[in-house]
């Protein structure tokens, strides 16, 4: 579902998208079946060389486990270490995006009392770009066991805060530099994609 959903938001631009997936070769999946992965899905080493105008990082239901014992954390921080390099624009959501805070910034996350679910209002906290033509407050889907906190957000000079929720916390960061989009505001996971166009 996750893939689809994502292809949809990506094919709804004039834009011409080409779009290659990859799964990691150190995890085995229990959500998708391994006909389905060989077919439509490449490995880290078969992209290695390549470079990419965006990636999105998306999440996993590894939300209680601390990052650095999920068993394939040490493929994704390769991953994401290469991106630096590799890759303009990344976009990180779910857990993706509390990984992607941590292992680019040192961010911890937190797990929740109990699951939050449902629909929640945002306010914009900075106009940036990325958020013309949106309303000053956005109502967001979230699903999660763990959350980020503001006050570790607002610590790092290399992050801006863009969407904030009294309810359900912190919704959209943005890379200083606008190359780094995390987004814990976001209800897919599932799956890592890389996206060339």
Not at 117 to 130: A, D, P, R, T, Y
Request: net charge negative.
């Amino acid at each position: 579902k996750t893939e689809t959903q994502l292809l949809r938001l990506l094919s709804n631009t004039p834009l011409q998208v080409e779009v290659e997936l990859i799964q990691m070769s150190t995890h085995v999946s229990k959500n998708t079946s391994e006909e389905h992965l060989s077919t439509f899905y490449k490995e880290f080493s078969d992209i290695r060389n390549s470079k990419y105008d965006g990636m999105i990082i998306t999440g996993a239901p590894v939300e209680n486990i601390d990052f650095t014992d999920v068993d394939y954390w040490d493929e994704l921080a390769e991953i994401m270490e290469w991106s630096k390099k590799h890759v303009h624009s990344t976009f990180h959501i779910c857990w993706g995006a509390q990984a992607g805070l941590y292992y680019h910034y040192g961010i911890p996350k937190y797990n929740l009392p109990k699951k939050m679910f449902g629909i929640f209002e945002h306010i914009k906290v900075q106009n940036e770009k990325l958020l013309q033509g949106l309303d000053d407050y956005v109502n967001i889907p979230q699903s999660r066991h763990s959350t980020v906190k503001r006050a570790d957000i607002e610590k790092c000079e290399a992050l801006k805060l863009l969407l904030y929720s009294e309810e359900s916390g912190v919704g959209l960061v943005i890379s200083e530099d606008g190359k780094s989009l995390p987004s814990v505001a976001k209800l897919v996971a599932g799956i890592e994609t890389l996206t060339q166009y």
